[in-house]
């Protein structure tokens, strides 16, 4: 425990004096909320990777390639190339205009498409959906810091808000991305080091390839657990990931010039792809250790990796338990300050980073209030948090292929669909056998097709 | 409001959404053909994704 404690401070400070590092020069929102347009292609590709594989990767889905098989790589997979798909396209367009429009949230983009009342509504759908979802991350890695008797759930809980307001309140999101970029590359070694170790150490003395038919119907899809409906259900509103989740989308604005935005891209690709086998693997070696008797058989799959961190040497369970830390900070605190920034900007039309930095500090406790009360709704609203910014694709899209829609189709877009994801969610329903994803797609696009139609005839 | 003008780009646009459709439909390919006990379909959807990559880093935007 003190070695993880010793290990711990290390990394806050080491977090610390990158952050003030990062402080120089940050007076106005460009800035604060985007480095001023000018960070590198390497450290842009580590900031959208760690922002983007939070948590979930080294607990979340490791538990669940170990539960259901090599389904699991499938789904992260898809989201990878939907991602690469969608920013190999949509990416230099939404560089260009940001640059050229000085936009600095998403929300501008539809203020200036839509009309401003739609980024005020965006800015409230996006708070509701992400704040959850945070909440959620910051409960998972206290509960596991519990677990290995780091530290007890409370004071995990207020370590991470610090660390979280802290990083992105001195540097911005030079700051949020200068510790991602350290944070991202940690995250990677110790998953190849985890990976390695297991390998290593639990296939001594038999060969993993001649074990692996062991595991069955785990090796195929689909299985028991991955038909084709939960299948598209998860796959669907993670592969629009890159353009729904706005702290992503922001991220396309700070490359420093084309080249640092292709370089961010296919860096991260690279970066995904590495990250997600490594990751996947894991949860089978785990679960052929399981089938031959040399890890304990886990039930709840999100105890599965607290469950190695137990029996792996101490060195790599606190560089894994830190990494595995990193991971939910560094997401968190780029979700905050994209929040932070629609909120100022989008919501309250300041152009002061003094509200912001505010704002910033207010959305941390906010977060920290429904980690420590968790209230019995909040693990469904952050499952739905995808599934509710999915209403923002048809505007999105909008703007870049249709040139009718404006302020009414905006508004009714995004109501229609949040409303729908919600109601759905709420009833526990799937009309027709269609999964909430796909019923969150099509109302938004069919609202924004009629209303938009309407709305040029009006 | 000033109104935002981009070149459709119709032609970019219809092959983006071919490789869009040939990317998916290789990534549901296990789904069908791959029904052995082994990393085949692990190795399978590293090597489509790890092939996309590569033609992602090599073709012009």
Redesign the interface.
Known sequence: MNEFLYAFAIYAVIGTVIAVLAMRGVRTQEEYYIAGRRVSGIVSALTYAATTYSAFMMVGLVGLTYASGVGALGFELFYLVGTLFLLSYYAPKVWDLARERGYITPGDLMAERYGREVAIFMSVIVSIALVPYISVQLIGVSLILEKTSAMGFEVGIAVSAILIALWAFLGGLRGVAWTDAVQGAFMLLTAIAAVLWVYTFGFSDMNFFTELPKLGDLLVVPNKIWTPVRFIALVVPWFFFALTNPQVFQRLYIPKDRASLRRMVILFGFFGLIYTILVTFLGLELRLLTEIGKFPAVSDRDAVTPTLLNLIPTWLGIAVSISIFAAAITTANSIVLTLSSMLTRDLFGSERIEIGRTLLLILTVAISIFALHRPNYIVELAVLSSTMLLCQLPLILGVFHFKGGGRTAGVTTLAAGFTTAILLSYTATSPLGIPASIWTLLVSFATFFIISRLETRG | ??E?V?N?ESNT?SM?SL??LI?VLA?LV??IA?????????AY??V???I??VY??L?R?
Request: net charge neutral; hydrophobic share 40%; proline share 9%.
């Open positions: 409001m000033p935002i981009l459709p646009c983006k490789e869009g990317v990534m296990p789904f791959i029904k052995s006990h082994d990393l085949s379909t692990y959807w590293s489509v994704t790890a996309y990559l992602i880093s073709s935007w």
